[in-house]
Every structure is written in structure tokens, then in C-alpha cells.
């Protein structure tokens, strides 16, 4: 009689630790994913893939390529919207619009009144290290949703093999999950990460590099002598500052950029105090 009620009561106490593991267990994630490069590239459906097994993933990407219209948006047109069929049968949607501007409508229309719990932005294809992140529509994406409250992670990778998405898939999900674990996916949190192609050497978490490159034009004249000019940047070259995420980037490494979304220069501001608002 002993040994059964025991028994009995070793089982209650099994079932009573289960049941509480699985009222701590934490809830899936809600993840809007975004990018630059259009709703078909082969960043996004590599990034798609890495975070449906840990995430609820909605789609939100622009119907055509739109690299480099950094936090433009779109206002002056109708905004086109279509349905993208896909065999995890999630929602996703073709926006004829800026990445800024899908972010904007996903928050604002396309989503239920549940907010997700975090933007991904990408993966872009080509890297978005140092003042690359003022032009970068994969940047302003995240920044767009950084600024409406939600936690954001803009993730690019060096120009590669489609290998090389898929790596950078995975670290994209393994910064997820440690962020997640550290109580890090809460606003004001925005993340711009680079992976370069190849196979990394590790991680950095680094500052942003002020390189601009190299700007220049090439002079030309349509058939007609029209005169136009075509754009001839090149990426900087030579040592980058020492610790920077273009140094850290060019050395092999995934790097990791705290970015801010309040730009006032407070020291600025106390002296212009000062000097501007005297009676």
C-alpha cells in the first residue's frame, strides 16, 4: 500500500514539474521579416527558412529591387500589394513601395493588432558596414521599425555563393536566440550585423566606420549629345580604423553594430543652450 502510494505520488510530482515547465516555457516569437532586395531574393527565403522553426514569420518586401533608397518612403503613389504564395503557407506580401514604407504598412494594415516582437531586415546581398547604413534600404528598414518601438536587426552578407546566405541565415538565428536568452529583444534595441562571405572567422561587436569610399562620375553623352552622368563609387580602401566594423568586416569577421535611433548631440545641445537661449 506504501510502495503504491508512492508510487502515485511520485507520478503526481512528475506531472506537476512538467506542467510547470511548460507554463515557463517562453512563447514563440513574432517576427516580421523585411528586406531591400525584393520578396523573392535569395537572402530572404534563406533568412525565412532559419526563423520559421523558432518564430511566427510574417513576410512584408518590396515587389522590385530598391538597394540604396535608404529611409526614403512612398507617398506620391498608389501602393500595390499582392499575396505571395509559399509552402510554409505564411503571410507574405509583395509591396510596390520603399522597405521603410512596408515596414510602416505592415505595423500600420497588414498586420492583426498583435505586434510582432521583432524586425529582421534582409539578408542583403553585398555588405552594409560603416556609413553604409545611411543609404541602405536593409538598415532603414529595421531603423523604421526601431522607431515605431519594435526591436530590429538589419543582417547583410558579403557578395557569395548562395551557401553564403545560408550561413549567414544561421547566424542571423543563433543572435536571435541569444539575444532572446540575454532579455535583449526589447526596444530601443538596433542591430546592424554583417557576415562576410566565405565562412567567418568569428564575431565582433564593433563601431561603425566613418570610410566613406570613394565618389565619383563618369562623364557621358547619349547619341544625341545629351550629356548624363553615371555612378562610379567605389568601396573604401586601405586600413580601416583599428577596432571599426569595416576593419573587423575585411579581417573575416561577422560584426555586430549597436545603432541609435535619438541622433541629438546632447554635448551640442547644452552649449547652444547656453549660447542661443539667453534673453
Avoid at 534582409?122 to 553604409?132: F, H, K, L, R, Y
Avoid at 536587426?153 to 541569444?178: P, T
Avoid at 566613406?212 to 549629345?225: F, M, S, V
Wanted: aromatic fraction near 6%; include cysteine; hydrophobic fraction near 45%.
Amino acid at each position: 500500500m506504501i510502495r503504491r502510494l508512492s508510487s502515485v505520488l511520485l507520478a503526481a510530482l512528475v506531472l506537476m514539474a512538467v506542467n510547470v515547465g511548460l507554463a515557463q516555457e517562453a512563447p514563440r516569437l513574432r517576427i516580421l521579416v523585411v528586406n531591400d532586395d525584393g520578396y523573392q531574393a535569395p537572402g530572404l527565403v534563406a533568412l525565412v527558412d532559419s526563423l520559421v522553426p523558432i518564430a511566427e514569420v510574417i513576410v512584408v518586401a518590396p515587389l522590385e529591387q530598391q538597394s540604396g533608397t535608404g529611409h526614403g518612403i512612398t507617398y506620391r503613389e498608389p501602393i500595390k500589394v499582392l499575396e505571395f504564395g509559399n509552402r510554409y503557407a505564411l503571410p507574405w506580401y509583395a509591396i510596390d513601395a520603399k522597405p521603410a514604407t512596408c515596414v510602416r504598412l505592415a505595423l500600420t494594415v497588414l498586420m492583426d493588432s498583435l505586434p510582432p516582437d521583432l524586425v529582421v531586415s534582409g539578408i542583403n546581398t553585398g555588405d552594409n558596414v560603416g556609413a553604409s547604413t545611411w543609404i541602405s534600404g536593409t538598415v532603414a528598414a529595421a531603423r523604421e521599425g526601431a522607431l515605431n518601438g519594435i526591436p530590429a536587426i538589419a543582417v547583410s552578407v558579403g557578395v557569395g555563393s548562395h551557401q553564403d546566405y545560408e550561413i549567414a541565415a544561421g547566424y542571423a538565428r543563433q543572435l536571435v536566440e541569444r539575444l532572446r536568452a540575454l532579455g535583449k529583444i526589447a526596444p530601443p534595441l538596433l542591430l546592424n550585423v554583417n557576415v562576410p562571405a566565405g565562412g567567418p572567422a568569428g564575431i565582433r561587436v564593433a563601431p561603425m566606420s566613418l570610410d566613406l569610399g570613394k565618389q565619383a562620375y563618369d562623364r557621358r553623352y547619349t547619341p544625341r549629345g545629351q550629356l548624363y552622368f553615371w555612378d562610379a563609387w567605389s568601396p573604401p580602401e586601405g586600413e580601416a580604423v583599428e577596432g571599426s566594423d569595416l576593419y573587423w568586416f575585411s579581417r573575416g569577421y561577422v560584426t555586430v553594430t549597436p545603432l541609435r535611433i535619438d541622433q541629438t548631440d546632447t554635448a551640442e545641445l547644452l552649449i547652444l543652450e547656453q549660447g542661443l537661449n539667453r534673453k
